[in-house]
């Protein structure tokens, strides 16, 4: 099922330099050029915008491709209720799930 939502911009970015270029001058709150965000949902200081990855920053940040892949789950089950509100997220966890057979 296709699903569509209003939205102004999605910009995902994937990239080894964490210079934000225009993104600097959006009023996100910085931290020596990385953007701050909450650590349990990377949410940064606008509603609605999140931040993962090299780019974000909060207390004990490890810069690991690890941490950036849990960054992404925080920010997903955040987004969640923003994209689809109203629905449960349904969270399965891939180790307990299985391989399924075709």
């Not at 009023?27 to 990377?42: E, K, R, W, Y």
């Not at 993962?52 to 690890?66: E, M, T």
């Not at 892949?69 to 966890?93: M, Q, R, T």
Request: net charge neutral; hydrophobic share 45%; glycine share 8%.
């Amino acid at each position: 099922m296709t699903r569509r939502r209003d939205a102004d911009r999605l910009l995902p970015f994937f990239g080894l330099a964490t210079d934000l270029g225009p993104v600097a001058q959006w009023g996100l709150a910085l931290d020596h050029n990385q953007i701050t965000v909450d650590p349990a949902t990377c949410a940064t200081s606008h509603n609605g915008i999140f931040a993962i990855g090299d780019v974000a920053a909060y207390p004990g940040k490890l810069k690991l491709i690890l941490s950036g892949f849990a960054e992404a789950a925080l920010a997903a089950h955040a987004i969640h209720p923003l994209v689809h509100p109203g629905e449960a997220l349904h969270f399965e966890y891939s180790t307990t799930k299985g391989v399924h057979s075709r």
